[in-house]
């Protein structure tokens, strides 16, 4: 049911590469339908004074804006990183991916702004865009980017951390990115491999014998460390019917969030992956 409300991008290998399937899509609201007033960014009015580019900022009411949400472990790393490195030949192509927090330390994505719209004192009726710290700051500079885009640049944002975000977080955010319409890409994962790789990346960043007597911290692995441990202690199943335990059903309605509130696509990753698309 979730699913038949987004764009499904399905990837179905056979003989090979396989053939590729798309679903229907359904339009979803732009903002949030809470009644909170959110607030509003200081967007400037010159542009070439403030971003060094032509033109004053433009109101693109119809301009897209495209979030991609995650999840982890489905090669976010990896293409936010491909997409900072081709900056310019993404701007070439009418493509902005802005620079707000990326680099110098602050890796590749825009995980200052999850952070920020999960916070709700920034949400205050009437209240203007904290800038007395870091992420208002960057969320200022977010937004004075997006809005001196010209109004036929698609502006890109990535961030992993997006996936995490509660309802009223995810009407925020949209109201960060008005009046541009956001449109949502998230990839999934089988869930049997995607807890492999949490599981994985666990032990690697675990440091061994740091817990008391314990190889690992149990509250991570439990007693032995196993995996089979890692799933009873991280994706509980409410009874033997159960196909997604707890993490896959959380999975599951934080894309159906995203589906009830903005056009969305949805994409398979391990076929992307087969194909070479996942970039």
């Known amino acids: 049911a979730i699913l038949s409300r987004a ?11 396989g053939g590729r399937s798309a679903r229907t899509q359904a339009a979803g609201p732009i903002g949030g339908g809470d009644g909170r007033s959110p607030a509003g960014c200081d967007v400037p009015q010159d542009c070439q004074k403030t971003l060094g580019v032509d033109g004053p900022a433009a109101s693109c009411s119809g301009a897209t804006a495209v979030v991609h949400a995650g ?26 991916y802005p620079t707000s927090g990326t680099g110098s330390g602050g890796g590749f994505g825009h995980h200052f702004l999850p952070r920020y719209v999960a916070n709700e004192s920034n949400f205050q009726p009437g ?13 200022q500079y977010l937004v004075t980017e997006v809005a001196c885009a010209p109004c036929s640049v698609r502006v890109l944002i990535s961030s992993e951390d997006l996936s995490n975000l509660s309802p009223l977080s995810m009407d ?7 009046p541009r319409r956001v449109h949502v890409v998230i990839f999934y994962r089988n869930m049997k491999d995607f807890i492999v790789s949490m599981y994985s990346q666990h032990l690697r960043n675990s440091l061994i014998g740091s817990i008391g007597s314990s190889a ?8 032995t460390g196993s995996l089979k441990e890692y ?17 896959g059903s959380w999975m599951m309605n934080q894309i159906g969030r995203y589906v009830d509130k903005y056009n969305a696509t949805i994409i398979d990753y391990a ?6 698309d996942a970039a």
């Open 71 to 96: 999840f982890a472990k489905t090669g976010t790393s990896y293409i936010q990183s491909t997409l900072s490195r081709n900056r310019e030949l993404l701007r070439s192509q009418s493509v902005l």
């Open 127 to 139: 209240s203007r865009c904290r800038t007395d710290y870091s992420d208002g700051r960057l969320v």
């Open 231 to 247: 799933l009873a202690i991280h994706n509980q199943k409410a009874n033997k019917r159960d196909r997604f335990g707890k993490l």
């Open 172 to 178: 925020m955010l949209g109201s960060v990115l008005q």
């Open 216 to 223: 690992y911290d149990p509250k991570v692995f439990g007693r």
């Open 271 to 276: 076929g992307a992956v087969k194909r070479g």
């Open 7 to 17: 764009r499904l991008v399905q990837f179905r290998p056979a003989r090979g590469m």
